[in-house]
């Protein structure tokens, strides 16, 4: 009654899967089959546990790497909030009055923070999935049938496309935004009237 569900793409995998699974050659001369079979177990299992160990090294490196960048993140915060402590004490209220003109002829906050663009790249990949990715088998040549296409479009991009999600999600805040200035417009209007 259980169901079994498999990841379809598995980040890491410990190889050899099947560690009592193999055949003996016939001309290779053993006193027992049971001993080759105990022999071919115990060498797959060693090589279970090098497999083991490796993904072990990757999966702390690549805690290590990120625990890295959440320090440097952490460090950078830790800096702009002692600049802005230090600018709030120096700000006295009763000495510095500010209209409400005033208030109103600044400009507004503008933050200078980047955001992080294409995290899920080749770039940017971790090594387990690079190493998956690199075991996947190669789109078909499309682009060699690009000579013959009417519409001048890549062939591959109809099979693959890496931009394919990117594209989607800038199309969807363009219409947003448009949509945004058009209500916009419209309130504008009727706050006039």
């Known amino acids: 009654m259980y169901k079994i569900f498999i990841m379809p793409l598995p ?3 410990v190889e050899p899967v ?3 699974r193999g055949t003996i050659p016939e001309d290779y001369p053993l ?3 049971l001993e080759a079979v105990t022999n071919g177990t115990l060498a797959n299992t060693v090589r279970q546990l090098s ?3 490796r993904h072990a090294e990757d999966l702390f490196g690549e805690l290590a790497r990120e625990a890295t960048n959440i320090a440097a993140r952490a460090d950078t915060l830790q800096a702009r909030l002692d600049r802005l402590a230090f600018k709030v004490t120096q700000l006295d209220s009763n000495v510095e009055e500010v209209s409400l003109q005033d208030i109103h002829m600044r400009k507004a ?3 200078s923070v980047v955001f992080d663009q294409q995290v899920v790249s080749r770039e940017t990949m971790p090594t387990a999935m690079l190493e998956t990715y690199r075991l996947c088998d190669k789109p078909p040549p499309l682009d060699k049938l690009n000579p013959y296409r009417e519409d001048g479009k890549d062939g591959l991009k109809f099979y693959t ?3 394919y999600f990117f594209d989607l999600w800038r199309q969807e805040m363009l219409k947003d935004t448009e949509r945004m200035m058009h209500d916009r417009g ?3 209007i009727i706050d006039v009237r």
């Open 31 to 33: 006193p027992s089959e």
């Open 11 to 13: 980040k890491r995998v």
């Open 186 to 188: 419209k309130k504008y």
């Open 161 to 163: 496309d890496p931009n």
């Open 109 to 111: 906050f503008k933050s």
């Open 51 to 53: 497999s083991l160990s």
């Open 18 to 20: 099947h560690i009592g």
